[in-house]
């Protein structure tokens, strides 16, 4: 019995299409989504024909249970020429499914297709969010609604933008796949998934580093207090009070110039960090993707010119490397930038310490009437530990992002 007989049993609708982890599916289509070319993967998977496949809507093998923002969401993307990585529940012919990581990129004709077998954690996850964006959608969500949804989840599990998602996604997946089939993940991988772990360490020492930071920013008007119930003898304590007054202001400016918010000089280094991770990795799967067909013996049809596809998968993967190695350039030009920042973050801190000092001198000269001044002290004590020990673990994962970007230079 043929799987297109619709006597085909419809149990098996609710069941998996294998394929190989090994295995990469590639499709390329016109600017309208019009199929031109796949592979023998792409072709088992899917159970069409060959005629049937050739010339036909990619919406061919779309899965009834895939939100519709998620397609509007890529496709918008596409249009501006934002290559874009999305987890994908496909329909074969006769209705089974099969999951994939769809890289999806923008070619001078139309767009590229390679997917990989999804099996990390992330992804049922991802399933599970579709389920609910499906839902809202058959409710009257919009797909412009539906892909804010995505969006908004993505922002929701802690990653910055879709952008910091995807890069994660692939790395994650394509990592787990190496892993399960025994393979040894190229050294180029390797550096960016330290580099992204490095970078999102960075990220949390500079975070709590400011709240430590934030902590003390009552310690000028307590002073000031102070001063004022001490009269003649609050002089020194008032003049204490204003040069750790300027102090707070320069480090209020290098906490908003370099680690706050997203057009901060770190924010510039993690988006290029990640966007060259996802562009090396897409690369990878395309290598890969172009050794499986130079490797092959299948038959294809007239209308596919594999020597013609190679090429497309070449010239695309060089692209890739390309604005791999620029966002690397970027990171490198930042990360010197932030380096020289971090020095001039340890002149404050020596200037805390000063600040400390005087305020001990003068709690002891005032005796019981400095008992106010002693508490600063102590909040002075504890925050300037936290904001030294993170401001120099900051410093050696900088140092670890540089270093990385510079082999990652002389290997791309």
């Known amino acids: 019995m043929s799987e297109l007989d619709p006597a085909f049993p419809s149990r098996l609708s609710n069941s998996e299409v294998k394929f190989l982890l090994s295995e990469a599916i590639y499709s390329r289509t016109d600017k309208r989504g019009v199929i031109q070319a796949c592979n023998q993967v792409f072709y088992r998977v899917a159970g ?86 499906l839902e809202r959608e058959k409710g009257g969500a919009s797909p412009a609604e539906s892909a804010e949804d995505l969006c908004a989840w993505v922002r929701n599990k802690g990653f910055t ?6 890069s994660h996604a692939l790395a994650t997946e394509f990592e787990a796949r190496s892993r399960q089939m025994g393979c040894t993940l190229d050294p180029r991988l390797k550096r960016f998934i330290d580099m992204t772990q490095a970078i999102s360490d960075v990220w949390d020492e500079a975070d709590r580093m400011t709240e430590a930071f934030k902590a003390i920013r009552t310690v000028p008007m307590n002073m000031r207090i102070i001063a004022s119930r001490l009269e003649n003898a609050g002089g020194p304590i008032s003049a204490i009070s204003v040069n750790y007054s300027q102090m707070l202001e320069e480090m209020t400016t290098w906490v908003k110039t370099f680690v706050e918010g997203e057009d901060c000089v770190f924010a510039k280094i993690r988006n290029a ?33 594999v020597a013609h596809e190679i090429a497309v998968l070449a010239g695309h993967e060089k692209r890739f490397m390309q604005q791999a190695a620029d966002n690397l350039s970027s990171v490198e030009r930042e990360a010197r930038r932030f380096s020289l920042s971090v020095l001039d973050m340890k002149r404050f801190v020596t200037g805390l ?18 008992t106010g001044l002693t508490g600063i002290v102590e909040q002075l004590d504890s925050c300037q530990e936290e904001i030294e020990q993170r401001l120099a673990r900051v410093m050696d994962l900088n140092a670890v992002i540089q270093n990385n970007t510079s082999m990652l230079r002389s290997m791309l």
């Open 353 to 370: 310490s000063s600040t400390r000092m005087m305020c001990k001198i003068e709690s002891a000269s005032l005796s019981e009437s400095g």
């Open 161 to 166: 933008c879709y952008d910091a998602f995807q």
């Open 48 to 133: 069409h024909d060959w005629d049937r496949i050739i010339g036909a809507p990619h919406k061919l093998i779309r899965h009834p249970d895939m939100p519709r923002g998620v397609f509007h969401f890529v496709w918008e993307r596409l249009k501006t020429g934002q290559p874009t990585g999305a987890y994908v529940k496909n329909r074969r012919s006769c209705g089974r499914y099969y999951w994939v990581f769809a890289l999806f990129a923008p070619t001078e004709d139309g767009y590229i297709s390679t997917r990989i077998k999804p099996i990390s954690p992330l992804c049922a996850e991802v399933q599970e969010f579709y389920a609910e964006m």
């Open 273 to 305: 960090v990640l966007m060259g991770q996802f562009l090396t990795f897409a690369s990878a799967t395309e290598r890969e993707m172009i050794t499986a067909f130079g490797a092959t013996d299948d038959a294809y049809p007239d209308d596919v010119d």
